[in-house]
């Protein structure tokens, strides 16, 4: 390769692409043209723990976007009793064409009429987007009549009033209608959202994670931030007994074990026949979650033991059992023990697993091991995922970054190294990559547990009772301890450093956070620090309804600047066909920009400010001849 060459190694690849000015100045025009676009419209949820029919219907309206863009659009046009109907038919399309059919209520006017307004709302929603990139949001297969629709225009003249009406009418006339309305509220839904951010736990006390997960891997643009409840399954996928335990358990305490039977095809079926063996004076719900509590809390100690630098010593409460007297001694207090019934429990050597217990665990753990289903929900949850993300200058994590008590960030030590604030929770997300990989030591498969309930993980920050809650009665133990983080989450300054330490610009910058439910109806508010810290989970699960009064949030950040919306109630499916009931969400402007700002103001922007700065390089170097140009 001569000098010149080597001098323009990177302009040479680069003009494989663009082998000509006249391709550089497509390209530019472009790129140029983009950045001035108004900014995508990202929407922000975290803690669904589960709760599908709720996320679902979320998911379908956009968070009541899609109704207020109706609502704008056709406030002349339709009666609010037209509207409703026609939002109902944009978010569950199959659902609403089969309760139609069966009323008798379809005939080719009703397609020519919704697919004319599907159209319109279509024209309306795509005003951010590049042509380019409108193709790839819509359906496969799909695209070329939905472009030619979308481009037509049946009011300039006769003859394009003509072609466009033949388009809508053939495809009507071969019995197509159902698949166009069916792709164009795909369409619509892909413009609604451009990107969707999930702030973590999606896995907890809810019916159906899997489903949620699924829905998940069919949108178009989305991403991860792990909350606990999430790294508590990724943990259990790589084999962490402790994590596999405490899914079971958590499974079985809130009565959801069809996420595993029926979802991961994971069977419980050896617990529930050690668990009447041993309690059969119990009912079986009873006995099974005593039955794996106890394992769980042997493993754990097991886990706690080998790894001292983890300071969970104060969770080691079998072996402070007096298991004559039935009391326990925590902290220097004796507490009686509730229930103190354990049969599998050597008071020697409280912490080792029984034949039996050991021969469970096994069979279990091989079950998660050989779920294909799981496998592949992990596999997106890895995919998608991280710790941390920082993305048009917010900061997004599930639960804290670990403080001291004067708001400095805390040092942690493990395996002999000292890791504090952006360091420590690059280490978490590097370790929990190793475990996945399953290539290196004991000890990064048992930081998957540490990062599950650890007092110092950033998915968690406090100090569970696990063993407390379940057989002491004196709710003094059951106190959970928390980071100095969730005090200093309303602190400025505080929320400044931490922005400051991920390399944003405080003045714009968010920390936007999920993991403690906002209690709405005892006048808590979810912004925090003058605005720089937003607290997005607003209880998603139902059990947690009674205590914020509402039923989840999402944040909506878009060229006009951020607003949250507090939902109220939802539907399910059968509600919103039977009379197009809707979700009912209150909606509240967190900060209001004086101007509409643009792709150029985003991450993306400055990715595509960088491609045509290289793509000029480009264009000089054809001018001046130092690149030959290629027909």
């Known amino acids: 390769m001569d000098k010149n060459r080597q001098k323009y190694k990177y302009l040479y690849l680069l003009s494989e692409k663009y082998p000509n000015r006249q391709s550089v100045v497509t390209e530019l025009i472009r790129l140029k043209a983009i950045l001035n676009l108004a900014r995508p419209t990202e929407h922000f949820m975290s803690d669904l723990h589960g709760e599908y029919e709720s996320f679902f219907h979320i998911l379908n309206n956009c968070s009541g976007v899609i109704k207020e863009k109706v609502d704008y659009l056709f406030e002349k046009d339709l009666t609010p009793a037209q509207r409703a109907e026609f939002c109902t038919l944009i978010y569950y399309p199959r659902e609403k064409i089969m309760d139609l059919k ?100 999606i896995f907890d006390r809810g019916q159906r994670p899997d489903s949620i997960i699924d829905m998940l891997r069919q949108h178009h643009s989305v991403d991860i931030q792990w909350g606990n409840h999430d790294i508590l399954w990724m943990g259990a996928m790589c084999g962490n007994e402790a994590c596999i335990a405490t899914v079971i358990r958590n499974s079985v305490s809130y009565n959801n074990t069809a996420v595993l039977e029926k979802g991961y095809a994971i069977s419980l079926r050896p617990l529930s026949s050690l668990a009447s063996k041993l309690y059969p004076d119990k009912n079986l719900n009873t006995a099974m979650k005593r039955t794996i509590s106890i394992i769980l809390f042997k493993v754990e100690g097991q886990l706690i033991k080998r790894n001292p630098d983890f300071n969970m010593e104060g969770r080691l409460l079998l072996d402070k059992i007096d298991y004559i007297s039935k009391y326990i001694k925590i902290n220097g207090k004796s507490y009686p023990v509730k229930s103190p019934s354990f049969p599998t429990i050597n008071p020697d050597n409280p912490y080792e697993l029984t034949e039996e217990e050991q021969s469970v665990l096994e069979e279990i753990k091989s079950s998660f091991h050989d779920s294909t289903r799981l496998r592949k929900h992990i596999d997106f949850l890895y995919q998608k995922g991280s710790v941390y993300k920082a993305y048009n200058n917010n900061l997004l994590y599930h639960g804290c970054i670990p403080l001291n008590e004067d708001g400095s960030f805390k040092r942690i030590k493990i395996n002999n190294q000292t890791y504090y604030g952006k360091n420590y929770l690059d280490f978490c997300d590097k370790t929990i990559r190793q475990a996945y990989l399953g290539l290196y030591d004991q000890k990064v498969i048992d930081l998957m547990y540490y990062f599950w309930c650890g007092r110092l993980s950033p998915f968690s920050g406090r100090e ?155 264009m000089l170097a054809y001018q001046n001849g130092l690149i030959p140009e290629k027909a």
Not at 552 to 557: A, E
């Open 102 to 201: 069966e009323k008798k209520a379809l005939s080719p006017s009703w397609y020519s009429k919704n697919l004319r307004l599907l159209l319109k709302l279509s024209r309306l929603m795509s005003y951010k987007y590049p042509q380019s990139e409108l193709k790839n949001l819509m359906p496969k297969g799909y695209e070329t009549i939905i472009l030619e629709l979308l481009t037509a225009r049946p009011n300039d003249d006769a003859f394009q009033e003509v072609y466009f009406n033949t388009i809508l009418n053939t495809l009507i006339n071969i019995n197509s209608g159902n698949e166009y309305i069916i792709a164009f509220t795909i369409f619509i839904k892909k413009l609604a959202v451009a990107h969707l951010h999930i702030v973590g736990d």
């Open 464 to 618: 569970f009772k696990t063993f407390e809650r379940m057989y002491i009665e004196d709710k003094s133990t059951w106190i959970e301890p928390s980071d100095a983080y969730y005090r200093y989450c309303d602190d400025e300054n505080v929320c400044n450093m931490i922005l400051e330490e991920f390399s944003l610009k405080t003045k714009r910058g968010h920390i936007i956070n999920g993991h403690v439910p906002v209690k709405v109806k005892e006048g808590e508010s979810p912004v925090k620090a003058n605005g720089k810290t937003i607290i997005i989970d607003g209880g998603f699960c139902k059990a947690y309804h009674n205590k914020t009064g509402i039923a989840g949030y999402t944040l909506i950040s878009n060229s006009r600047g951020l607003r949250l919306l507090e939902h109220q109630t939802c539907s399910n499916i059968k509600e919103a066909l039977k009379a197009n009931q809707d979700i009912e969400s209150v909606s509240c402007t967190l900060e209001l920009q004086n101007y509409h700002s643009s792709t150029a103001d985003t991450d993306l922007g400055e990715e595509i400010q960088e491609q045509i700065n290289d793509i000029y390089h480009l």
